[in-house]
Nanobody, 124 residues
Framework: QVQVVQSGGGLVQAGGSLRLSCAAS????????MAWFRQAPGKERDFVAV????????YYADSVKGRFTISRDNAKNTVYLQINSLKPEDTAVYYC?????????????????WGQGTQVTISS
């Protein structure tokens, strides 16, 4: 079993920056692919970014490329999502997810463990 605990989030003005953190425990962190998803009100949960177990591979949704950066620190069992140039359409609940494996899955059903979600609200 893996426990995933998120931190960060809040209310930010458009154009600002934010960093979300996600700590995973209960299994060797370096054996997990880690990802971020987000869900806006009334919409499905969408893929945002993923990072491989080593950090050597990352992949982003087209809507966030160039503005979001996913990274991980295996020594701290933590993955980060740096969000820059925030837009009102980035407003959503952001979820951290983990799954064992070597790949970089991008679909929600491919993830076994989920964080509690954190609200990010961008004011215009």
């Amino acid at each position: 079993q893996v426990q995933v605990v998120q931190s960060g989030g809040g209310l930010v003005q458009a154009g600002g920056s934010l960093r979300l953190s996600c700590a995973a425990s209960g299994r060797t962190f370096s054996a997990l692919a880690m990802a971020w998803f987000r869900q806006a009100p009334g919409k499905e949960r969408d893929f945002v970014a993923v990072i491989s177990w080593s950090g050597g591979s990352t992949y982003y949704a087209d809507s966030v490329k160039g503005r979001f950066t996913i990274s991980r620190d295996n020594a701290k069992n933590t993955v980060y999502l740096q969000i820059n140039s925030l837009k009102p359409e980035d407003t959503a609940v952001y979820y951290c997810a983990a799954t064992p494996g070597l790949g970089v899955p991008t679909r929600a059903y491919e993830y076994d463990y989920w964080g509690q979600g954190t609200q990010v609200t961008i004011s215009s």
